[in-house]
């Protein structure tokens, strides 16, 4: 009995040897994985506020990120940003320092090392470490077509892709929470309505009101609830009447087509000579995210949704 004992007590020994070895063969196989994997990104415990205003994904790849720094007198080194792909795969760039109380737009190039960016988020950097990451919210990427050229969102009355900022008039062109309720002259020479181009825009559709002019022939106002587009000789009144709230408004030129949508519905007209000037850009009334396309558009769906308002 004594000798099977022990023959047991060898056995299990032999057993717990051999299974430690095995652990010891796959963790010398694993580690390095987990190691290399554990320093692509390594986030502190340290915080700085940071929030992401906006995601913009343009269709060609371009990534327009706008971060806002809350109170804190911390000195950064700069800022992290990471982004993920709808696999999870995640590649990461650096952006400039950003000071307390500001706010800035970040610019990258199209990222070609991983997929469709699903989610971004950002760190700030302090003597050389990273801090707690800030990730955006889920489905609040904008999805921008190409061939935007101005947009003007009313946080402030800065043109948040090209270089046409507006000025207000005299005891006019208030912002509002984050709305124009005013009016506002913008210096947008090369922003005409021409045979090829879109402008995008959201508007309360209670009041009698012109919107929009660029010279006297190009006219987008609001008569009895309706929307009316006028352009030289012809005109278009949109086919159902605006919502008394928020509306959102396309209007997308070809050679082939005028499409005029009202919060998503479209109506088609034939097309027209449009004569450029060097007038200035008018907006006027409670108007928000006015934006310029220099081609026509027709999928309006994801600003649509990004940008819909109560």
């Not at 995601?55 to 804190?72: A, D, Q, T, Y």
């Not at 124009?180 to 021409?194: E, I, P, Q, T, Y």
Request: glycine content about 10%; charged content about 20%.
């Amino acid at each position: 009995m004594v000798k099977k004992g022990q023959a047991n007590i060898v056995a299990v020994v032999l057993i717990v040897l051999i299974v430690l070895v095995a652990v010891g063969i796959v963790w010398n196989f694993v580690a390095p994985l987990v190691k290399e994997k554990s320093q692509e990104i390594q986030f502190g415990k340290f915080t700085i506020n940071l929030e992401l205003r906006d995601v913009v994904l343009f269709e060609n790849g371009v990534l327009m990120i706008n971060v806002h720094r809350g109170s804190g007198n911390e000195n950064l080194d700069g800022l992290k940003f990471v982004f993920y792909d709808e696999e999870g795969n995640s590649v990461t760039r650096e952006g400039r320092t950003i000071s307390e109380l500001e706010t800035r737009t970040y610019s990258f190039s199209a990222i070609p090392e991983i997929g469709k960016i699903s989610k971004v988020g950002v760190a700030p950097i302090i003597n050389g470490k990273l801090g707690m990451l800030t990730e955006s919210k889920p489905d609040s990427i904008l999805k921008i077509p190409s061939g935007v050229v101005s947009w003007w969102r009313f946080d402030d009355l800065i043109d948040f892709i090209g270089g046409n900022t507006c000025t207000p008039g005299e005891g006019e062109g208030g912002i509002n929470n984050g709305v124009l309720n005013g009016k506002v002259s913008c210096s947008a020479n090369d922003l005409n309505f021409v045979n090829e181009m879109a402008i995008s825009f959201w508007v309360k559709g209670n009041a009698n009101q012109i919107i929009i002019t660029k010279g006297d022939n190009n006219k987008i106002s609001i008569e009895n609830k309706k929307l009316r587009f006028d352009f030289g000789a012809k005109n278009g009144i949109s086919f159902e009447e605006l919502n008394e709230g928020w509306n959102h408004i396309v209007i997308s030129i070809s050679p082939a087509f005028l499409k005029i949508y009202v919060n998503k519905a479209v109506k088609i007209f034939e097309p027209n000579y449009f004569e450029p000037n060097n007038e200035n850009l008018i907006i006027n009334g409670e108007v928000d995210d006015v934006m310029f396309f220099d081609i026509p558009i027709t999928n309006i769906e994801g600003i649509y949704n990004i940008q819909k308002k109560d």
